[in-house]
């Protein structure tokens, strides 16, 4: 379980440092992939802290389906729990970070992939 939990924590956040830098730069010659091992490492924390404890509830309270609308709902909730921890962090609550659409793409797109990666790493049987 470890293990599967790590390659998914990894997986999940190499793919979102790729989506990162590739939508963060106008075209691919121009993509800072030099970045990646630090997105990678960034993204993988932030899902550790973030995401995992949403999938050790799914997974303990036996709500676990490959690609289930429930997880993925759970995921949702968890990520934008999440943008918003990170946007008040600064102690000043700016609630116009939540009007700009960027904001819900990235919301999406992180939750998305962690749910992705989780149908990817797990089986039904945990």
């Known amino acids: 379980m470890i293990f599967k939990g790590l390659k998914n924590i990894l997986l999940a956040g190499f793919l979102m440092s790729l989506v990162e830098i590739l939508i963060s730069s106008n075209s691919i010659p121009e993509a800072k ?3 990646l091992i630090v997105y990678t490492l960034a993204f993988s924390c932030a899902y550790f802290i973030f995401a995992v404890p ?3 509830f799914i997974h303990i309270k036996g709500f676990f389906k490959k690609f289930s609308i429930l997880s993925l709902s759970l995921y949702i909730l968890g990520s ?3 943008f ?3 946007n008040i962090s600064d102690f000043n ?3 116009s970070f939540f009007k700009q ?3 819900y793409i990235h919301i999406f797109m992180t939750a998305i992939i962690f749910w992705v990666c989780d149908s990817i790493c797990f089986d039904d049987k945990g």
């Open 33 to 35: 992939f030099e970045l």
């Open 54 to 56: 949403f999938q050790l």
């Open 80 to 82: 934008f729990f999440a």
């Open 84 to 86: 918003f921890i990170i």
């Open 93 to 95: 609550l700016e609630l």
């Open 101 to 103: 659409i960027n904001t």
